[in-house]
């Protein structure tokens, strides 16, 4: 097992995932004995014994015991596997590029085939051997393959072979597997590490489960409080059921175990969310949070399908490859001719069409068995590549008529529209998954769960799923389903901020907040900043779970007291906490040096760059600059109502106290790590810590991580190094590398008059909230119904939903049941007439005949006399009559 | 004339036998006297029989061995009828065949 690790070390990361997956089967194998066992234990038997050492009815805090060294053991392999994968990145990327360099070189003699071989140029052989001679005695290929084995990996698990696909004898193939590159390994990393401090705060936030009754002060029955069992262990099942489903997720290498582990991930979040199901809340936030994500996975769902029946594979790297252009040989490009007006003038302008989505208008199949396909910018199909033909196009020369040979039989083409479903319909799932608008009304409402539930599905896993899918199938998205996730992206951070603003529940506020950052993360991915999107996505996982456990340890410290309004100046009381949730407030903030400036400055710019070059979407840039301001305003508002000012009830502040240490813990590693999880690597110049573009985090995501679409090096930073760009979005990228810094202080300077409204409002009372208030009634209910959109939705799809349902009923009732009912009728009448015939014909028929055979037979019993001389007599008569007969006949006959 | 007697007289005793005897079974009461009507209407038969196989030459051999047939069957079913008087004597006491009416329907 170790040698198999050691030649693939990528199934350390296979290892981590099914930790979990282990300790979820013991927990629910232990509870599933417990429960079993639990009515036949009677005192002294040995059923009794069994119980008592599985636990008897207080099984004490093994369960998470074991889930947490689950967890543990995963982050620890997580964190093996994210070194070795460090160490061999680098040189996995050098010899990809350098193959490529060295194909360029050989493609090109074979290019033109009437150049007959011996015709190579001296100085392209010059070339080669220089190329050679750099490596000498090195399978280059083998080796890069051989590196790539290391992190890919997969298995079959179904194959349909249909005639209709491009392959037929390949078929379409789902499979399970694992590809690690660096988004994955550093999604692992955080989410192990951040799910391990959760379980191990989970221990002592949880620990009121551990009693034999519980009583739930929420819960009214007849008889006073509700009272139940302890649910300790099922809580660290669930957690370690969730872990598992999220980690799947990560290590996917294909969109449908993605979607498997998308729906399990659905129904723990289902189940945690509704851990104190009996509350009616909780149960309905439950439902709500399940059924929201529903719908985005009917668009999921649509966008699978549309992928597999064109592109017959869910694998990413065979989707991509498909999708986008390869990288072209020298002899091959495919180029887009386009002729423009300029100045009177038609111009040819050409475009270099590598790793971009090729749009084409196929023609007719002609008489030669081969299709002739036009190059089109604006063509109704996508052009389908090759799915093995990765890296390398081998095309023919002229880029005209791109199929004019026999080989076009490999190309396909689908709808352009159809790859726009599909772009979106992923997009919806990933909505409905990270809460964006409009789907963001399950997430605040999840807070019904348990708070370390909370932190774990905001800040580490659930929502971090949908901006992962989206970060993971980006090739796949066209430029307007980008520009789709980028408006619904900026829409959410802008309305879940205000939201944020008057909450006075303090897991409310972190909540909004979370749905406002996520909001941040899709704006930067769509807007063409792949690497500033992941990088929040990771920024804000460390600082949002510390936050939510600092809310919290602050509730278990106020005994499960979650209104601001009867907090304040608790700092003195509870300093760890109060500090280590400073350290989140300032990272999520984007004050300089903490992790939140890096990466929120990163997605500021590339907005506004893109504003830049497309001037008619400002409003992509104004929001989240004007949001940064507010998420400053509310976070310090938070941060001051809770500790800050005076005690405003007494009966909270007496009976506040610090949490345990399980619970602090977690809160100083995190505290530790919002701060420094951007920070750049000191190099030889220096350690450049207040340039927010040198994030080694972010150049790790860039440069080793990028999906097939950051490509182009034409730019160089201030040292020298190239800088990838997207090539969809070159000039933006380019306007926000140049404006980065001015952004920069932009922003600065929005988060300082946010703050200063905190100050000012919470902290030093030269306004009176309450006068504010009062100033703006109409905005401030606005925004306490959270922009009515609970009310819209109840309006628009719950009340009209109820409204069908119920005459859907009512159609049950009246129309089917009648229906029915008359039918039943029909035959009960309809079977009384059968009866009566049944009865009075058929029955009668035999009754007749057996009464006349029951006459004949008592009739022939008097013959029967019993006398031995009568018989003799009618022996003797018959023998005379029969002769007489005889005779008689005998005359007839004779005459 | 002849001496000769024709088959005609023997086929006159045979039936005046035979019909001696199936008087003799209806109206005798005694169970021995039915027998012995039994035995008349037999041997009425027997003669028929003889009395071809002497005058006709087809039954020459069949006449003779239908007779001898009768004769033992005679004898079995006298044997066997007797028995059966027996029983019933000791049974009712009496040979009226009168009292033997149990298997009246």
Known sequence: MFETVRNQPGLLFVIATLLPLGSFALLLAWGALRWGLRPYAKNGSLVDNVYQCLGGPVPGPGPAYVATAAIGLAFLCSFIGFGVFLSEVGEMHRLEHHLHELHLEHAKPHGHKAEPEAKKDEKEDAKQAKLVKKEPERNLQGEYNILRHHWLGSTTWAQVVSTKTKDAERGSILTVGFKIDMLAAVMFVMVTFIATLIHLFSIGYMSDELKKTVEDHEVHTPHGHYERRGRFGRFFMFLSLFCFSMLNLLLADNLFQIFVSWELVGICSFLLVGFYFERTSASNAANKAFITNRVGDAGFIIGLMILWTYCGTFNFEELFAQIRCPKADADGEIVLEEKIKANDKIQIRKTNLSNKIVRCDPGENTEYGWRQTNLAKDGKAVLLFPRDQSGHFHGPHQTEYLFDHPGAKQYGHMPYWLLVVAGLGIFLGCVGKSAQFPLQVWLPDAMEGPTPVSALIHAATMVAAGVYLVGRSYPLFTPEVLLTISYVGAITLFVAATIAVVMTDIKKVLAYSTVSQLGYMMLGLGIGGWTAGLLHLLTHAFFKALLFLGSGSVIYGCHHQQDMRKMGGLFPKMKITALAMLMGVLAISGIPLFSGWYSKDEILAGAFGFAMVNKQHFLLFLLPLATAGITTFYMFRMWFMTFMGKPRDEHVYEHAHESPWQMTVPLILLAILSVTVAWPKPDEHGWPLFDAQQSWLAHQLHHYSQPKTIEVEDVEDAHGHPIPLDVDFVKENQAALAHHAGVGYLALGVVAIGLIFALALYLYGWLDPAEAKEQFPGVHRFLLHKWYFDELYSAAIVRPGMVIAHWCRNFDTYAIDGFVNLLGRWNLNASYWSGKFDRGIIDGFVNVLADASYAVGNGLRNVQTGYLRSYVLFLALSAVALTVLLYAWVAALGG | ?105
């Open chain 2, 1 to 105: 004339m002849s001496d000769e007697v024709h088959l005609y007289p023997y086929l006159v005793l045979g039936a005046l036998l035979f019909t001696c005897g199936v008087v003799c079974m209806a109206t005798k009461r005694n169970a021995i006297g039915i027998l012995i009507g039994v035995e008349l209407v037999l041997n009425g038969a027997n003669i028929n029989f003889v009395a071809f196989s002497k005058y006709n030459a087809v039954f020459q051999v069949e006449g003779m061995i239908f007779a001898l047939f009768v004769i033992v069957l005679a004898a079995g079913e006298a044997a066997v009828a007797l028995a059966i008087v027996l029983n019933f004597y000791n049974n009712h006491a009496t040979v009226d065949v009168d009292g033997a009416d149990e298997l009246k329907g």
